[in-house]
């Protein structure tokens, strides 16, 4: 039996077309723990998930004991410790522990866990981009497989027309990483609503991260201030502003327009699509408005499923829940023939 753990919106979205997998299949069994945010996504697509609400080493160590899983996979998410306690005390029952990586960016500090690092016996990386830079940042090698990104592969699916609307993007910057990068969210919303005032653009969609807590910010123009709804917030927009968001990655895939805000640009680029020249990095409002200008806001639908194809061999996620079946397969026998 499989137990996984999934801290954050986007490592439940991870995990997802797995499950829906094996809910119509019955490959493997499994159980599901959520914790944070992750819960909301559940509950949202009517998951059955165990909370434990008591985030202690003996809370979680119980729940291993009582479930007896043969491999626990966890996401690797910042600052959520009960990920981290599921690697420790499945490491002490001598239980295989696996973290997987469901975005480019902050690796090494995914598995800090009060100042020391924390690694489950496997990492499982999107590509091999994610592989290298994972290595770089100080991640053992030998404990780093490539598996993909099951969620890109499920939307990759999909071809949808372009919507009419801008769309913000947002994230918690500002919990997790104060501001270390030199700005926030409220940085970035200022930037992009200048400049949208400017150009005299009312079609916008500011779409709020769970975890990000909204500034009041002066602005005439007749903003959509919704909760984030992921994939459906792209699909009805044709340009995506984000920092580094999983919106941004889902825009990029989907053929829309995409910028990365940073009116300071760190020595290590957060943003994967902007740190491999992918899409551009706007300081200001003056180079928003120059994106803006040159951008295409029509394309066929032709058009999008070539950029998708293209896109999903350049990310590196087509085969990606295959690849993850097949780990599992040969993971699972491995230990079994040990045992």
């Given at each position: 039996m499989i137990l996984f753990i999934t801290g954050q919106y986007a490592s439940a979205q991870y995990v997802h077309p797995i499950l829906d997998k094996w809910l119509s299949k019955k490959i493997f069994k499994w159980k599901l723990v959520s914790t944070s945010v992750s819960c909301k996504y559940w509950r949202e697509n009517k998951i059955r998930y165990k909370e434990i609400k008591k985030k202690s080493a003996g809370e979680v160590s119980k729940y291993i004991e009582k479930v007896k899983p043969n491999l626990i996979i966890?996401?690797?998410?910042?600052?959520?410790?009960?990920?981290h306690l599921f690697v420790i005390e499945g490491k002490k029952k001598s239980i295989p522990t696996a973290c997987f990586i469901d975005t480019w960016v902050n690796y090494i500090n995914r598995f800090?866990?009060?100042?020391?690092?924390?690694f489950p016996n496997l990492i499982l990386a999107i590509d091999n981009r994610c592989k290298q830079e994972m290595i770089k940042e100080g991640i053992p090698k030998d404990i780093i497989q490539v598996v993909g990104q099951p969620y890109l592969e499920s939307i990759s699916k999909r071809v949808p027309s372009f919507g009419q609307n801008f769309l913000l993007a947002g994230q918690p910057i500002n919990k997790y990483f104060g501001k270390t990068f030199g700005f926030d969210?409220?940085?970035?919303?200022?930037?992009?609503?200048?400049?949208l005032k400017k150009r005299k653009i009312s079609n916008i969609i500011s779409s709020k991260h769970p975890e990000e807590k909204l500034k009041k910010i002066d602005s005439k123009l007749n903003i959509l201030h919704k909760k984030g709804r992921g994939i459906i917030d792209v699909e009805e927009s044709h340009t995506v502003f984000g920092i580094f968001s999983m919106q941004m990655i889902i825009g990029y895939l989907l053929g829309r327009n995409v910028a990365s805000i940073q009116p300071v640009v760190s020595k290590k680029d957060p943003s994967p699509l902007s740190r491999w020249n992918l899409i551009p990095i706007l300081k200001n409002a003056n180079e928003v408005i120059k994106f803006i200008d040159k951008s295409n806001f029509k394309i066929s639908k032709k058009k999008i499923e070539k950029l998708l194809k293209k896109r999903s061999e350049q990310l590196g996620i087509r085969g990606s829940?295959?690849?993850f079946d097949k780990f599992l397969s040969i993971y699972l026998n491995k230990k079994k023939k040990i045992n």
């Open positions: 966890t996401s690797a998410s910042v600052d959520v410790d009960i990920e800090n866990y009060k100042g020391k690092y924390i969210e409220t940085d970035f919303r200022k930037i992009i609503l200048k400049a829940i295959t690849r």
